[in-house]
């Protein structure tokens, strides 16, 4: 089976991890064919590394972009990787990746997910996990099970097709997963040796502050669709992380002030049907069990993949929660 694969990066001020990330890629038992780089207007180092990668590597490619002034985190980063996207022809891919440009890698990262992908048709994005280095120790960054993380979004291109790529706001990273299940596809990370991804800067933490960041997730739980229930249940999660306390008091007060100030959600009400019945089912049974049994009525009721026809809906899923895509903006993903 064909591994061509491209990584798109967003990147702005990286100066401090980026060189590593690159010897990280460069490192791969499984190159890119692809590595296209987003530079957001960096005013640090990180031109002079980008013109070094470039020079040293033929399947890196930099795009440049103006200053905006300040780093944009969620929609910002997103339309940086769209700018990117414009450049790639997906025809001459299998695969699609957003790459963050503060990563390291086992040096069979890539190859292993792209073994898990030819192992199982219905898979659609997959990535390994985050870990954090505390002196010699690494502590991993808690995710479900149930999407890829979005510092890693792997995804297979027939299924980012499928989905319409990724809704241009904050909570996109957790937003694509639903799409792809609702789509007849699988979303996960799994823990293996060669899928721990070392995040070299904590997750949340890149604009102003974790506190910042923190306050961003609780909003952008409430533009998803999150109920209050299930944010409550997450913030409780949340603050056995450290900062303990903090990091779920963080996230419920971000999704408190957003429903107080009347912010706008995701208006997809198929979507938003999905949503509750997935979390209310989390809260009762557990995440892990839920998600199990999602992909498990996937692989009985869709087709495979290459088997389907564009938007083919199974006959045993009309009566249900429509098919939907990520957003209606999907010029770039063509």
């Known amino acids: 089976m064909s591994r061509r694969y491209a990584l798109i990066t967003p990147c702005r001020d990286e100066a ?13 038992s499984v190159r890119p064919a692809l590595w296209l780089i987003v530079d957001d207007g960096s005013t640090d180092d990180t031109p002079n590394i980008l013109k070094r990668a470039v020079e040293q590597h033929d399947f890196i490619k930099v795009v440049s972009r103006d200053d905006r002034g300040k780093r944009a985190v969620g929609p910002g980063v997103i339309e ?82 499928d989905i319409g790529g990724f809704v241009r706001q904050v909570s996109w990273d957790g937003i694509d997963g639903h799409i792809c299940r609702m789509n007849g596809w699988v979303a996960r990370s799994m823990n293996e ?55 779920g008091i963080g996230i419920l007060l971000g999704y408190v002030l957003a429903r107080w100030r009347g912010a706008s959600r995701y208006d997809e009400p198929a979507y938003f049907k999905h949503l509750r019945h997935y979390e209310w089912q989390s809260l009762l049974k557990g995440k892990r069990r839920t998600m199990q049994q999602y992909h498990d009525r996937i692989r009985i009721d869709w087709p495979e993949p290459a088997q389907r026809k564009s938007g083919e809906i199974p006959q045993n899923q009309m009566s249900k929660t429509a098919p939907v895509d990520c957003h209606a903006t999907t010029a770039h993903v063509g």
């Not at 306050?215 to 450290?242: D, I, N, P, Q």
Request: charged share 25%; with cysteine.
């Open 16 to 28: 401090a991890y980026l060189q590593t990330t690159i010897d990280s890629v460069a490192s791969q």
């Open 80 to 161: 940086a990787f769209y700018d990117g996207l414009s450049h790639v022809d997906f025809d001459n891919y299998d695969y699609i990746c957003k790459f963050d440009g503060d990563l390291e890698l086992p040096a069979r990262y890539f190859e292993r997910l792209m073994e898990h992908f030819e192992s199982d048709p219905w898979l659609g994005t997959l990535s390994g996990k985050l870990f954090l280095r505390y002196g010699d120790k690494l502590v991993e960054e808690r995710c479900g099970d149930e999407n890829s993380v979005g510092p890693s979004k792997f995804y297979r291109v027939q299924c980012f097709r």
């Open 193 to 247: 040796p060669d899928l721990q991804i070392i995040h070299l800067r904590r997750m949340g933490s890149s604009q102003k502050s974790f506190w910042t960041g923190r306050l961003r997730w609780g909003r952008g739980k409430y533009f998803m669709g999150s109920s209050l229930a299930y944010v409550m249940a997450a913030s409780a999660y949340r603050m056995f992380e450290r900062p303990y306390l903090v990091s």
